[in-house]
C-alpha cells in the first residue's frame, strides 16, 4: 500500500502547447493503458537524462540520438515492455515506432523520443504499437493527462502527478508533471520514468542546467531496491508559450525562482515512487550531516537506506538502532570515529558515544516508529555536507510482487 | 530452510592440542547453549582476521589488542549478545570476561580473545557470564566440537562443521573448523564467526598468510544481505603436535598443499554459511570470467549477487535473466559492451549478442531453475581475471527472520 499517498489525482492544470493522448494497445497483459503519446507545439524545448546503465534500453540509445538531432515535437511511450536487451532487433523496432509516429504528425523521425517500461528482453509487440498509435494521436488533447499518467504506470498502484501555477514577477507558469516507477529504483539518474512540462520561456541550455539540477536533487536521491533500471529516462519540456521574457542567465532572481519550483516539484514526484515503492509500508528519509564531503555523506545515506536488515527492521516498526549503526560502520567512510557519530530516529537521539544514547528509552523509539513516516538523521560531525535521500522498508509484498512479476 | 545441508554434523576429528567446553549461560533468552571456551595447549600459535566495519564491535578491538601482544591460550565465545555498540563500557566488560577466564585458566588476560555474536547494543549480561565460565571450563574436553558449535550458532539453522586428516609426505595433518553466520552477511572480512583448528607444525607469521589467503577466498567471497556485521572474525590456530617438521617456507611444496586444504576447509564452511543465509531456499554462484581485473569481476558478481530483483527471481525459480543484465549493466564497469557480454545459467547461454540468446527457450531456463543449486557464469570477454561469490535467494522467510528478530 503506498505510504501517505492519496489514489486522487490533484489539480491538473493543463501545459498550453502539451498534447497527450493514450490507448490500451494490448502490450499489457492486462488490458490497461499502455500507450501514450505526448506532443508538443512548434518552438517547444525539451531537455532530458537518461539512465546510467550500460546495459541500458534500445529506446534509449535511440532517444539520446534524436535528442541529439532534434528539438522533440513528440514523446512516445510505451508501459508494458521495456525493449531492453533486445540486441540489434530492438535498436530496429524503437526507430521503426519513431517512424510511424513520425508519420501520423508529420514529421520527421528524428523529431520523436521513444519510451518503452515494462519487462525486460521481449520483443516490443510491434502490431499492437503501429495499431494503438492511431489511437493514441487520435485520443490527443492539452487536458489528457491523467490518461497518458495511467498509460505509463507498471507496478504503480497509484499514479504521480504534480501540477501548479507559479507566479514569477507577475507572470503566470504552469509546471504539470507525471512520473512512473516503484521497483529496480535506485539514484544514477532518475531511476523511472519522468515527464514534466512548462510553458515557460527558457532556452534549451538553461532548460537542461535546470533539469540536471534538479533530477540530481530529487530523482537522484531516491532508492527503493539499488537496482538501477536499464530504461530510466526524465524529460522537462518549455513550451514557451506563457506571456513572460525568455528566461537565459542562471544568475537571473527569475531562473532561480523557477529552478527552485522545478526541484520541489521533481522531488515531490521523486518522493512519490518512494512511497509507492513495491511492497512500502513506511516511508523513510536517511538525512545525513556533518560530512567532509557530498560522496562521503551519500555513501553513508546509501550504505543506511539499502541495507536489508535496516529496511526489514523498519518494515517491523522495530527501532533497532544496532543495525543502523553497523550499516553506517560499513559505509566505508575513511577514519569514521564512531565516538562523534550521532544518530536520531526522528527527534529521539539514539546513539552517542559510541553506543545507544543513555537516556534513550525503547518506548521513545518505539513511538517514532509508529509513524508511516520515519526520518532518520545520521550526524557524522566531522564537515560541513549534508545529503538527504529517501528510500521504504522491505515487506513480505516486495518479495512477493518482484517473484511474482513475470508470472 | 538450509540449501542442500545436512542437518547431520560430519565425522569430527579433534585436534590435539585443543579443549573445548560450552555451557548455557542463559544469554540467549531460549536457553541454548551459548557459552564457548575453546582452550590452547602451551606453543600453539593462531593467526586471526576482523571485520572492517568502522563501528566494530568491543571484542573485536580487545581481541585485536591481545593477539597483538600474545599468543592466545583461549578463545571465549558468546552468543546471544554481540557486545557491541556498547561504549566504554563495552570495552570494560569485553576485557572483564578475559580476566575471569585468565583467572580460571591461570594464564594472562592478553592470553585470551573475546568473541560475540548476537543481538547489538544490549550490554553484556556480566554475571551470566562469570557464572557460565566456570561450567565452560569444567566442560572442556578434546571432543567437544560440537557442543561448542551449538554454543556459538545465533539464527543458524544448522551447524557448520567441516573436519579432515589429510597426509602430506607422509604426516597426519588434522583439521577442524566450525563457523556461525547467516544473516549480515558481506564481504569485508569474515562476515561471521569462523574458528579452525590444526595440529600442524607451522610458524606464525606462516600461519597468518594462510588464513588471510583462505579468507580472502572464501569468507570474503560470500554474500547474503550486504551488511557487513560489526563482530565478524575468523581464527585459525595451529596445536604444532602433528609429527612433521616445522613448516616455514610459504614456497614449499607441503606448505602449498596445506595452505590448499586450509582454503578448501574455509571454502566448505564459507558455502555452508550461505547455504543457511537467512531464509534461503536457493544457493547461488555468480561467476564472472574475462574481466580485466580482480576488482571488476568482483563489482560484477556483487551486483548480481546482491540485486534484491534477481535474488527475488531465484526464489521465484523465475529464469528472469533480464534482471541479471541490468545488474550487470548498472555494476560500474567502465566502457562494458553490452554486446560481447554473455551470460549462462547453469550450462545455458541466456544473453548474446545484447540480448536473450537467439536459441534460448524460456523452458530450458526454468529446468535449471528448478535445481537447488543455480549457477550464474558471466563472460564479460574482456580480460583475464576470474572471481566467484556465493549467495543465496531472497524469500519471504529472510523478511519474517529479520522482522521479527528482537521480538
Known amino acids: 500500500m503506498p505510504v501517505g499517498l492519496a489514489y486522487e489525482l490533484p489539480e491538473i492544470h493543463p501545459v498550453a502547447g502539451v498534447y497527450l493522448g493514450a490507448t490500451a494497445a494490448k502490450i499489457k497483459k492486462n488490458g490497461k493503458t499502455d500507450l501514450v503519446v505526448m506532443e508538443f507545439a512548434p518552438g517547444s524545448v525539451t531537455a532530458a537524462t537518461f539512465t546510467t546503465n550500460a546495459c541500458c534500453a534500445a529506446p534509449v540509445h535511440v532517444a539520446k540520438a534524436h535528442l541529439a538531432a532534434e528539438q522533440p515535437r513528440a514523446l512516445l511511450i510505451n508501459s508494458g515492455n521495456a525493449n531492453a536487451a533486445t540486441g540489434e532487433s530492438g535498436m530496429v523496432n524503437a526507430k521503426q515506432t519513431c517512424q510511424w509516429l513520425a508519420d501520423e504528425l508529420g514529421c520527421e523521425p528524428e523529431e520523436i523520443l521513444p519510451f518503452s517500461t515494462g519487462v525486460i528482453g521481449e ?37 504521480k502527478m504534480v501540477s501548479r501555477v507559479i507566479n514569477i514577477d507577475g507572470h ?21 520514468l519522468g515527464f514534466v512540462a512548462t510553458d515557460a520561456k527558457i532556452t534549451a541550455e538553461l532548460l537542461q542546467a535546470c533539469l540536471s539540477q534538479a533530477v540530481k536533487k530529487s530523482f537522484n536521491r531516491i532508492t527503493v531496491d539499488g537496482d538501477t533500471s536499464t530504461n530510466d529516462a526524465c524529460t522537462l519540456t518549455a513550451t514557451q508559450q506563457a506571456d513572460m521574457p525568455t528566461m537565459t542567465d542562471a544568475n537571473s532572481p527569475q531562473y532561480k525562482l523557477f529552478a527552485a519550483e522545478i526541484e520541489r516539484v ?40 539499502l541495507s536489508p536488515l535496516v529496511k526489514t527492521a523498519m518494515f517491523a516498526s522495530d527501532p533497532n538502532w544496532g543495525r543502523i549503526l553497523a550499516a553506517v560502520g560499513r559505509a566505508g567512510v575513511k577514519n569514521l570515529d564512531i565516538n562523534r557519530l550521532q544518530i536520531f530516529l526522528g527527534d529521539v537521539c539514539i546513539v552517542r558515544d559510541g553506543g545507544r544514547a543513555s537516556d534513550y528509552t525503547e518506548e521513545q523509539g518505539q513511538q517514532v516508529m509508529k509513524s508511516e513516516d520515519i526520518a532518520v538523521r545520521i550526524e557524522l560531525n566531522r564537515g560541513q555536507h549534508s545529503e538527504t535521500v529517501w528510500t521504504c522498508d522491505f515487506s513480505y509484498d516486495y518479495v512477493k510482487i518482484n517473484a511474482e512479476y513475470r508470472s
Chains 1, 2 share one sequence.
Open 266 to 305: 521533481m522531488t515531490e514526484l521523486a518522493q512519490m515512487i518512494v512511497r509507492d515503492g513495491e511492497g512500502a509500508t513506511k516511508f523513510i528519509s536517511v538525512e545525513v550531516n556533518g560530512g567532509e564531503s557530498e560522496a562521503e555523506c551519500l555513501q553513508v545515506a546509501h550504505a543506511v537506506a
Open 123 to 159: 520483443p516490443l509487440p510491434m502490431n499492437k504499437i503501429q495499431l494503438g498509435l492511431v489511437a493514441a494521436v487520435a485520443d490527443r488533447a492539452i487536458d489528457h493527462w491523467p490518461h497518458a499518467m495511467a498509460g505509463i504506470m507498471t507496478t504503480d498502484i497509484v499514479p
Open 172 to 192: 503566470d507558469i504552469t509546471i504539470t508533471g507525471m512520473a512512473k516507477g516503484s521497483g529496480m529504483i535506485h539514484p544514477n539518474m532518475a531511476t523511472m
